[in-house]
T-cell receptor, first 108, second 114 residues
Framework: GQNIDQPTEMTATEGAIVQINCTYQ??????LFWYQQHAGEAPTFLSY????GLEEKGRFSSFLSRSKGYSYLLLKELQMKDSASYLC?????????FGSGTKLNVKP | DAGVTQSPTHLIKTRGQQVTLRCSPK?????VSWYQQALGQGPQFIFQ???????QRGNFPDRFSGHQFPNYSSELNVNALLLGDSALYLC?????????????FGAGSRLTVL
């Protein structure tokens, strides 16, 4: 079966750095994606990793370790608008298996 | 450049009824996937359409069916609605290339079954 785990909720302070972890177990694997979803809105693509290592995109970075079935999303210089749910998704050929999402609360 | 558009945005049905949801993919995209997102959960894969054929299917019963048209738009049909079908239904489009495909999601159709 497929199993994607991420923390349910996290709180961080504006300007700080936060790391959201994701572990996955899937029968096939092509890559790990991160999406952001504000309440009542569609998920939007943030980052993805196919190979091991760190991918950096501005304030957002994502890391992947295929051997450990582990990824994280790093958000730097947090802003209030970063308050949202962050979805980790394992890509297996034509399917994406999503975790339940991590709700990030950014406080002033 | 229009993104993914879905209709209707909200609808209410009663148990046993049937519903059809519609999706127009992002311009230039040829693949459409449908996801069900229950409250507080991540999206669950229903199926994917490419070249007017269902290419992959998740763990959903046959009550869930779909179609893709020559212009790449798609429909999701759900028959014999159950209370548990209440959810946000997301359509996502992508471009068929080798390797990973980034999904572009629509805003969703929120279905309430009473």
């Amino acid at each position: 079966g497929q199993n994607i785990d991420q923390p349910t909720e996290m709180t961080a302070t504006e300007g700080a750095i936060v790391q959201i972890n994701c572990t996955y177990q899937t029968s096939g694997f092509n890559g790990l994606f991160w999406y952001q979803q504000h309440a009542g809105e569609a998920p939007t693509f943030l980052s993805y990793n196919v190979l091991d290592g760190l991918e950096e995109k501005g304030r957002f970075s994502s890391f992947l370790s295929r051997s450990k079935g582990y990824s994280y999303l790093l958000l730097k210089e947090l802003q209030m608008k970063d308050s949202a749910s962050y979805l980790c998704a394992a890509h297996n050929f034509n399917k994406f298996y999503f975790g339940s999402g991590t709700k990030l609360n950014v406080k002033p | 450049d229009a993104g993914v558009t879905q209709s209707p945005t909200h609808l209410i049905k009663t148990r046993g009824q049937q519903v059809t949801l519609r999706c127009s993919p992002k311009s230039g995209h040829d693949t459409v996937s449908w996801y069900q997102q229950a409250l507080g959960q991540g999206p669950q894969f229903i199926f994917q359409y490419y070249e007017e054929e269902e290419r992959q299917r998740g763990n959903f019963p046959d009550r869930f069916s779909g179609h893709q048209f020559p212009n790449y738009s798609s429909e999701l049909n759900v028959n014999a609605l159950l209370l548990g079908d209440s959810a946000l239904y997301l359509c996502a489009s992508s471009l068929e290339v080798t390797g990973a495909n980034v999904l572009t999601f629509g805003a969703g159709s929120r279905l309430t079954v009473l």
